[in-house]
């Protein structure tokens, strides 16, 4: 475990050492954006949706048997911008994204693609980790801005239609707008940005480290799924107490 | 990509000492080779006797547990020493990037490294598939090439870095005869043109012989024999002469 952590923390120095070499590597970093949107944003839409939905049919009759059901835009919209719409998506992105990056980076580490690159003097890291990761970085906290953004819109249906809540769409906004401040919302794309970072290495990692052929490509992604998830969770934790520190 | 030292010559190539143990088990046992500026040298062996892991150690893909190799004097361990000299090298597989094209896979050190410009760099993809008879084939897969279609674009790729020193593994398994000819021709005829150091791995008896200057004979690990392609005909030894000589007779299988 000790030597996986050394191997990531050494991948992701080098990586930060070549992010200057970004703007020659944009083609791919373009065609990893449009991967990760393409592929997860329907996916993003419908979970993001249902989320907001299910925290409003969750704790709206809570909220209504108290009279305090005018509460419920603050809390949905909390619960989603500073840890639901973050911890989700990078769920749903080491999921989707993170398995694609270390099974294709694993494949080509298993066929000999990343050994033909290293004899043409071309690094792997600089070739294949580098734009995955500055796309990841940028896509993640994007996607998260679009999920809070459809999860709020899901507690409001869900606040307006449900009989026991029936809390109007306006009046669902107003006390959203009262409760989340502008912070709150950063503080959730901060995680993300963190947790995007995590997914990337990882995964990068674990292609990086791929032996033994289709089987080998397998664990990988398994590996790099269950590790990158358990660690957003770890931190996600760390972050949360870090940045209520701030907030005070 | 440094200018130091000119792309139209070949390198020599120094191995001393060579050992690799892989779980345990030793895979090279002290090799010492040399290979001269411009030379062909052919590695011939049986299955498993290290050919391709000595390759890979030459290229620096492999680490070795003991020994040194260095091109031109200069061990290949050295600070930039892949940004000083253009070494290619011919997987087995082909070892084609799958999700690029063709044209990309041949292109790709040229593009990736900004030697020339993009014009220039299709000009010598289209000229390099046609020297591999595959002629207008830049913007296919991969995926949609046979084995030895890709076996000839990764020669075409290794030729578009006009390289100094170009090592193959098994340059002619999965091809068929006509193209394995070709193939022989063209590593001949690049010693001619940019006097290339070429390495050679191989089964082939044929190619061996038909191109190589001189011949080496590994077997467990280690170097049995080194010389022209005459004197390990000549050589007495008999593992060398089960090797070269050995044919399938059908008339042993009928009862």
């Known amino acids: 475990m000790f030597q996986n952590i050394g191997e990531m923390m050494i991948l992701s120095w080098r990586t930060l050492l070549l992010l200057p070499q970004t703007f020659r590597q944009r083609r791919k970093v373009f065609d990893q954006l449009f991967e990760i949107g393409n592929t997860s944003l329907l996916m993003t839409c419908i979970l993001s949706l249902f989320i907001g939905g299910v925290i409003a049919l969750q704790s709206g009759p809570v909220l209504s048997e108290r009279g305090l059901s005018s509460y419920i835009g603050g809390l949905v919209g909390l619960s989603i911008c500073k840890e639901l719409a973050p911890v989700m998506m990078s769920v749903l992105i080491a999921g989707r994204i993170g398995s694609a990056m270390s099974a294709e980076i694993g494949s080509m580490r298993v066929y000999q693609e990343i050994d033909a690159l290293r004899t043409m003097n071309i690094d792997p890291i600089q070739y294949l980790v580098l734009p995955r990761l500055v796309a990841i970085s940028f896509a993640l906290p994007l996607l998260v801005i679009f999920s809070i953004l459809v999860g709020w819109l899901g507690g409001a249906i869900v606040s307006m239609i449900n009989h026991q809540i029936a809390v109007p769409f306006q009046a669902y906004f107003s006390n959203l707008r009262e409760m989340v401040e502008v912070n709150d919302v950063v503080n959730g794309l901060i995680k993300s940005l963190f947790f995007a970072v995590i997914i990337g290495v990882v995964s990068c990692h674990q292609g990086l480290k791929t032996i033994g052929g289709p089987r080998g490509i397998g664990r990988s992604v398994t590996k790099a799924v269950v590790n990158s998830i358990v660690m957003i969770l770890i931190l996600d934790y760390f972050l949360t107490a870090f940045l209520l520190y701030f907030d005070k | ?255």
């Open chain 2, 1 to 255: 990509m440094s200018d130091t030292t000119s792309a139209r010559d070949g390198v020599s190539v120094q191995v001393r000492g060579l050992r690799k143990y892989f779980h345990g088990q030793a895979v090279l046992q002290g090799v010492d080779l040399d290979v001269s500026p411009g030379e062909i040298f052919v590695i011939m062996g049986p299955s498993g006797s290290g050919k391709t892991v000595l390759l890979k150690h030459i290229i620096g893909l492999e680490m070795p547990d003991a020994g040194a190799i260095s091109i031109d004097g200069q061990s290949i361990d050295g600070p930039g020493f892949m940004a000083k000299y253009r070494v290619a090298m011919v997987f087995q597989s082909g070892a084609l990037l799958n999700s690029l094209t063709v044209g990309e896979n041949v292109g790709l050190y040229l593009s990736e490294h900004r030697i020339k410009p993009e014009k220039e760099i299709a000009r010598i993809v289209a000229e390099k598939l046609e020297l591999v008879g595959l002629k207008g084939l830049e913007m296919r897969l991969p995926s949609e090439l046979s084995g030895g279609m890709k076996k000839r674009v990764a020669i075409a790729r290794a030729l578009a870095i006009e390289p100094q020193l170009i090592l193959y593994d098994e340059p002619t398994s999965e091809l068929d005869p006509l193209m394995a000819v070709t193939i022989a021709e063209e590593i001949l005829k690049l010693k001619q043109r940019i006097h290339v150091t070429s390495i050679v791995v191989s089964h082939d008896r044929d190619l061996a012989f038909g191109v190589a200057d001189r011949i080496a004979i590994i077997h467990e690990g280690k170097i049995l024999a080194v010389g022209s392609p005459e004197e390990i005909k000549a050589n007495p030894e008999p593992i060398i002469q089960q090797f070269l000589t050995v044919e399938f007779k059908k008339q042993k299988f009928i009862l």
